[in-house]
């Protein structure tokens, strides 16, 4: 196994988790933003204000990019899978 090639899986395993996490993770980064304004221009305090509806978003939101998410997983699985005889 080359360099190259270890380099290659790497960076197509780093390339899906984007793919896969990215947009929950950028929601919950907008969400806490957004309720974060809000708290500061209301001078609110509460934790639980900012928990619970990033927990409810990034929910619904993986709940509707479920088939997204799975077929790159699998994708990337069976890439992965396919590698397997190739290698010495």
Same mark, same amino acid.
């Given at each position: 196994m080359s360099d190259e090639f270890v380099t290659q899986i790497i960076r197509d395993a780093f390339y899906y988790v984007l793919i896969v996490?990215?947009? #929950? #993770? #950028?929601l919950a980064l907008v969400v806490g933003l957004v309720i974060s304004i809000f708290q500061a221009a209301t001078s609110i305090n509460e934790q639980t204000l900012s928990f619970v509806p990033k927990l409810i978003l990034v929910f619904v939101v993986t709940i509707l990019v479920m088939p997204f998410m799975l077929s790159n997983i699998k994708t990337y699985a069976i890439s992965m899978f396919n590698l397997i005889p190739t290698l010495k």
């Open positions: 996490a990215g947009p #929950l #993770l #950028l």
